[in-house]
């Protein structure tokens, strides 16, 4: 059984900075591209951020692009995501999600399995 579990997320000023953590488990977790999405309240999930198995290609939603960052540790079966200047914009909760093959994917098909979500909140 394939478990994603997100960590990290809270409330924070504008300005500041969060990383978020998951942790895959059920599954070959190098092989496999992930992502991350996000769902504010009366809107459609987002893409914000995807990495492929071996870390070498990314690539950003055009809103969070020079602000985030993410990265994975294949020997520790965890993905990141490095959030600076937070803007209250970025309110969502925040979805990892591991994809059906090892290269990126921007859209939610492109990817399997799905964590529970994890809030981030920005105050102004």
């Known amino acids: 059984q394939v478990q994603l579990v997100e960590s990290g997320g809270g409330l924070v000023q504008a300005g500041g900075s969060l990383r978020l953590s998951c942790e895959c488990s059920?599954?070959?977790?190098?092989?496999?591209?992930m992502g991350w999405f996000r769902e504010a309240p009366g809107k459609e999930r987002e893409f914000v951020a995807t990495?492929?198995?071996?870390?070498?290609?990314?690539y950003y939603a055009d809103s969070v692009k020079g602000r985030f960052t993410i990265s994975r540790d294949n020997a520790k079966n965890t993905v990141y995501l490095q959030m600076n200047s937070l803007k209250p914009e970025d309110t969502a909760v925040y979805y990892c999600?591991?994809?059906?093959?090892?290269?990126?994917?921007?859209?939610?098909?492109?990817?399997?399995?799905w964590g529970q979500g994890t809030q981030v909140t920005v105050s102004s």
């Open positions: 059920g599954r070959t977790f190098s092989s496999y591209a």
């Open positions: 999600a591991a994809g059906n093959t090892g290269t990126i994917r921007i859209t939610p098909p492109g990817y399997a399995y």
């Open positions: 990495i492929s198995w071996t870390g070498s290609n990314t």
